[in-house]
């Protein structure tokens, strides 16, 4: 079996550290890829630190890569040797549940695969994900990226650009919409950047004054101060959607009194704690709808990433070594990243 390099979590309160592994050898219709890139995700601090239970250890994140095919098994017909090609949050499902069917693998009825941590359905125990040198991946869960592109921008759209994609394109989002951004981080530069892109008029809120120009730079309308009371009133009864991106447990009644008749919030910010429940009357009162959306499918995964290829969208990233991963995870915790982390996995070395 093929020995991998990258950097595990051994308990929830160790930092992450260089780890040796095997990956199994391609079978008929895997694809084994060199990894390039690996983007650093919220929900890996998460996962690594057990914040939301069940982490198995040793814990290898990562499911944001980009990187280039090394081998194919015998019966892949969809990509060979050489091809810049992706692998986001799954690496596989059950194929036949109505969900799959339909072509919304992220909601498996009996539970996709995630890229770690997951079920290892072909050598057992748990998945093993992107911080590392190598994977190997089913070819029906790789996904094809143009091969002129800036791999490292694109490895973030793997998991934040399909989460912020996802349901932008599921509630129909164009011209003529309004639609707002809450929080300006790794899931909401790219709500921005796609929202734009799909026509609408796009308001970002934001709690921190010095992201006003960045915001627009990354191709927002009109930014909100959300402490301040005066501006956030002036927005109210006025937006079709709303992207909440917050990670963080807060008010969600502030954000849906803005939302016009039929109007609905969508939350894909997952915080540890929950947030506070909202009044059933901000909800009735205008048929608000309060609702929530998983990444995206394969299928809808690779028009995200054929779409942003063709708008020219990739993450803003600050490029670290492997070897700066925990302290990449600190700042991440302060929000000091603009606004992604991305592995450059030339840096990892066997030891």
């Known amino acids: 079996m093929p020995l991998a390099i990258g950097y595990a979590a051994h308990a929830a309160d160790k930092a992450l550290e260089y780890f040796e592994f095997d990956r199994r050898e391609p079978t008929d219709f ?4 060199d990894i390039a890139y690996c983007g650093v995700c919220h929900s890996d601090l998460h996962q690594a630190r057990n914040e939301w239970g069940g982490t198995v250890f040793p814990c290898v994140p990562g ?70 040198n190598r994977i190997t991946v089913t070819e029906d869960f790789v996904l094809r990226v143009a091969d002129d592109a800036d791999l490292a921008g694109v490895a973030p759209l793997l998991c934040a ?50 992201k006003v120009d960045d915001g627009k730079r990354l191709g927002a309308d009109h930014v909100v101060i959300s402490k301040d009371e005066d501006a956030m009133k002036a927005w109210t009864n006025s937006l079709d959607f709303i992207l909440n991106t917050v990670a963080a447990p807060h008010d969600l009644d502030a954000y849906l009194a803005l939302l016009r008749l039929n109007g609905t919030m969508c939350l894909v910010g997952v915080p540890a704690e929950s947030h506070p429940s909202p009044a059933v009357f901000n909800l009735v009162a ?3 709808s309060l609702a929530g959306s998983l990444i995206g499918g394969i299928a809808e995964t690779q028009e995200m990433l054929d779409f942003c290829a063709e708008h020219n969208i990739t993450s803003d990233i600050e490029l670290i070594a492997m070897d700066d991963i925990n302290e990449a995870y600190e700042r991440m915790l302060k929000s000091d ?4 982390f991305v592995i450059d996995m030339a840096t990892l070395k066997q030891r």
């Not at 009996?110 to 997951?118: A, I, P, S």
């Not at 349901?167 to 929080?183: D, M, N, T």
């Not at 796009?202 to 010095?210: R, W």
């Open 63 to 132: 499911h944001e890569i980009v990187g280039r095919v090394t081998r194919v098994g015998a019966k892949v017909s969809k990509y060979q040797v050489g091809d810049a090609v992706g692998v986001g949050c799954m690496v596989d499902s059950c194929g036949h549940c109505h969900s799959c069917g339909e072509g919304h693998e992220q909601y498996c009825e009996n539970g996709f695969v995630g890229t770690y941590n997951g079920e290892d359905k072909h050598s057992g125990g748990v998945t093993f994900g992107g911080y590392s």
């Open 30 to 33: 895997d694809v084994e890829i």
């Open 286 to 288: 205008k048929r608000r």
């Open 161 to 210: 650009g399909i989460t912020t994609y996802s349901p932008l394109r599921h509630w129909g989002i164009s011209k003529g919409h309004k639609v707002g951004v809450v929080g300006l981080g790794g899931l909401g530069h790219m709500a921005v950047k796609i929202a734009k892109a799909m026509g609408a008029e796009v308001v970002l809120f934001t709690t921190s004054p010095s």
């Open 337 to 340: 990243v603009k606004y992604r």
